[in-house]
């Protein structure tokens, strides 16, 4: 009702009026809503008579924000702290000493050594050395041998025989240097028994020959570990050889060697100059050698290659130039296992009264002297290893040599027991292997075969040298206390040159060879040492027992046997 009556008053109001109460009504309808809102607030009614001016109460806002409350509680944590602090202990450290490499203890030297014994065919046999010990300035020593027999043996002349020897040798080191020297002097006395025994009016005297050698050298050889430095070895020498019946012979010698590297490859250059003066009651030879060998070395990771030439001047009667290729190559398959190698070479040989007496001491005293020239020899081979401890080689060569010297028998003297030297011109093919094994100190084994096949020019064969050569030799060590030693060899048959008369040749004589049967021998040497200074040896030779002949009518001593002592001082 209220409200209908503010209706049908509101035409009856002034306009000013009607609009003071429409403002009036307006709010109490905004007010109105509110209150319905906000069930707390109570309805309230507001009559305003005359001009109203409303007004707008400032609003205090309230500026609490939400707060979230952890209720777990964290307890504080202390710092922690280190307080260092040092605490004396008293402890004292004891020096250690400083550790060091122990190596094998050095064997115990011996200034001398003494061996005295005495064999069958009244054989006494006396040696002596005497050495410095261990020095890293110089090293020398000398020694003696004597070694004699009083053989006569059945059927044949007085072959009795000495060697007596006399060397003393000196080694000084130097920074990079060692300066070598030597001084030897031998007497070998033999007899010329190869003849019937049948003449027993010829005495010893008559058939006995004496060699008188006298020889010295000089060398100075080069140490530089920097292979771009000129390394050398230098060497001069002499001997002087003399015999009974008045023939001597004069030697000097001077060879050198200079070796360098030239990038990746080595120069190597060998020279020699070798004069030799041969007198005997009849005539007197000079002859001298002059030969320079210039080479190139290349190797690499599989392969050594050389490639080089030798120029020899024989200024002899007449004086000669020669020409010799020296090619090498090998080339490692696998690991040293396999190495091939082969090549071309030749030289010339000098042949002397020294190398002929060195080989066969029965020759005349006045002998013809020619140098031997090895034009060519073709050669190859196969080289290795067939395990750790052993290694082979096997080589064949092929080779053409011009004044081949060969002894035959003097004819023209009654006993025809001494050697004369000829020359023929021979092509020769040569195979030889060898096959060796070492296992430490304790054991060594040998083996070693060649084969050789003459062809002659003129001759009918190579007198005196055999097709095949073996030799098998051994060396064992039982715990430094026994040594043994053994020696096998077999020489096949040889020929020597003799004469038949056969009226049908102009010179009434027909060459026939005679043939001497191979050879076999075997010898076993034996020692016991009973301390480090005392010793006992016992050897046996020609154990067979067999007569065989190296030279003709030379026979050989059958078994034989030497034993003694050696003592170290």
């Not at 050395?129 to 300035?137: G, V």
């Not at 019937?196 to 010829?202: E, G, K, V």
């Not at 004369?420 to 070492?438: C, F, K």
């Not at 010179?507 to 480090?532: C, H, M, W």
Request: charged share 20%; proline share 3%.
């Amino acid at each position: 009702m209220k409200n209908k009556l503010y209706a049908c008053c509101f035409p009856l109001m002034s306009g000013v009026l009607r609009k003071g109460i429409f403002v009036i009504f307006l709010l109490l309808s905004l007010f109105a809503a509110k209150s319905s809102a906000q069930s707390n607030l109570d309805s309230m009614l507001i009559i305003n008579i005359g001009e109203y001016k409303p007004t707008i109460i400032d609003a205090n806002k309230i500026n609490d924000n939400p707060v979230i409350s952890d209720s777990t509680q964290k307890l504080p944590v202390a710092p922690s702290y280190i307080n260092s602090k040092k605490i004396l202990t008293g402890f004292e450290v004891e020096p250690i000493k400083a550790a060091e490499m122990v190596g094998e203890p050095l064997t115990k030297l011996y200034k001398s050594i003494a061996k005295l014994g005495m064999g069958t065919y009244t054989t006494p046999y006396g040696e002596l050395w005497f050495n410095n010990l261990r020095s890293k300035e110089a090293a020398y020593g000398v020694r003696l041998k004597h070694l004699s027999s009083a053989a006569t043996l059945k059927d044949y002349g007085y072959s009795g025989f000495s060697d007596d020897e006399v060397s003393l040798y000196g080694k000084k080191f130097l920074k990079e240097h060692s300066l070598i020297s030597n001084f030897n002097y031998a007497r070998d006395a033999v007899h010329f028994y190869g003849y019937d025994a049948a003449f027993n009016n010829i005495g010893k005297d008559v058939t006995a020959q004496r060699f008188n050698l006298f020889s010295g050298n000089a060398q100075l050889i080069s140490h530089y570990t920097d292979q771009k430095r000129f390394n050398h070895d230098v060497k001069l020498s002499y001997y002087n050889l003399a015999d009974k019946f008045n023939a001597s012979e004069n030697n000097i010698k001077a060879a050198g060697m200079v070796q360098t590297a030239i990038d990746k490859e080595i120069l190597k250059v060998n020279a020699g100059v070798d004069y030799y003066n041969y007198k005997t009651a009849a005539d007197t030879i000079n002859n001298t050698i002059l030969t320079l060998n210039p080479n190139i070395i290349a190797s690499g990771s599989k392969y050594s290659a050389s490639i080089g030439f030798t120029a020899a001047m024989d200024i002899f009667v007449q004086s000669k130039f020669y020409f010799y290729p020296n090619v090498d190559f090998s080339y490692n398959v696998f690991d040293n296992i396999i190495i091939p190698y082969g090549g071309i070479t030749g030289g010339l040989q000098k042949n002397s009264y020294k190398t002929f007496t060195d080989n066969n001491p029965f020759v005349l005293s006045a002998l013809p002297m020619m140098n031997s020239s090895k034009q060519y020899e073709f050669f190859g081979g196969i080289r290795g290893t067939l395990s750790s401890v052993s290694a082979f080689n096997v080589r064949a060569s092929y080779s053409s040599i011009n004044n081949m010297p060969m002894f035959v028998n003097d004819t023209k003297e009654l006993l025809q027991n001494k050697f004369d030297v000829i020359y023929d011109d021979a092509m020769l093919l040569n195979v030889r292997g060898e096959v060796s094994l070492q296992q430490l100190e304790k054991l060594r084994i040998n083996l070693r075969g060649e084969y050789f096949n003459y062809k002659m020019k003129t001759e009918l064969r190579a007198w005196y040298k055999p097709q095949v050569e073996l030799t098998l030799s051994g060396n064992y060590n039982l715990q430094d206390k026994i040594f043994v030693k053994v020696d096998l060899f077999y020489i096949d048959s040889q020929f020597a040159k003799t004469f038949t008369a056969d009226s049908s040749l102009p010179s009434g004589q027909k060459v026939v060879p005679l043939e001497l049967k191979g050879i076999f021998d075997a010898n076993i040497g034996l020692e016991y040492r009973y301390t480090k200074k005392l010793g006992f040896f016992v050897s046996f030779n020609n154990i067979a027992n067999v007569r065989y002949y190296r030279w003709s009518n030379y026979p050989t001593q059958r078994f034989n046997l030497m034993g003694g002592l050696s003592y170290s001082f």
